[in-house]
């Protein structure tokens, strides 16, 4: 089932569930364009906030995990639709904004953030030790949060 999982969240990911066709057909870049920097600014503190909630219950982890993943691909297309100075400047802000997390979350968001930045500039995701911020793989997710009755199953 993860991998069945991985190769939706890939499809998800190319097509941005069509926001972009619906941005523009239905006239949005003008209607809230304005508005996208904040958009970036509060999906990302709700993304760190729920990365950062505590969980007793490895599936409650799981379900977190995919539901962040989906608020990032969200952030990543409102900051695709930004000029490229605004862009930086967000970028920046979210690197502060991260720096005022717990150590533990840092050391667990930084990859993907890094990997955010990379893809801004035009490089690789993965240079640098960047990462894409999937919810889904078949693996131990590299943003797992401790969980006080983790199982061995993955999602």
């Avoid at 990462?131 to 797992?144: A, E, N, S, V, Y």
């Amino acid at each position: 089932m993860a991998a069945n999982g991985v190769i939706i969240e890939q499809q998800q990911i190319l097509t941005t569930q069509n926001l972009g066709t619906l941005f523009v057909k239905a006239g949005l870049d003008e209607v809230i364009g304005s508005a996208l920097p904040d958009m970036v600014k509060r999906t990302f503190l709700w993304i760190c906030r729920r990365q950062q909630t505590k969980l007793n219950a490895y599936h409650a982890a799981l379900v977190m995990l995919k539901n962040t993943a989906y608020a990032w691909r969200q952030l990543i297309f409102y900051l695709a639709q930004i000029r490229d100075s605004e862009q930086h400047a967000l970028l920046m802000w979210m690197h502060e904004t991260l720096r005022d997390q717990s150590t533990e979350f840092q050391q667990r968001f930084e990859p993907a953030l890094k990997g955010l930045e990379n893809a801004a500039a035009g490089e690789a995701v993965g240079s640098g030790g960047g990462r894409i911020f999937l919810g889904w793989t078949t693996t131990k997710h590299g943003l797992m949060p401790p969980v006080a009755s983790a199982s061995s199953s993955e999602a």
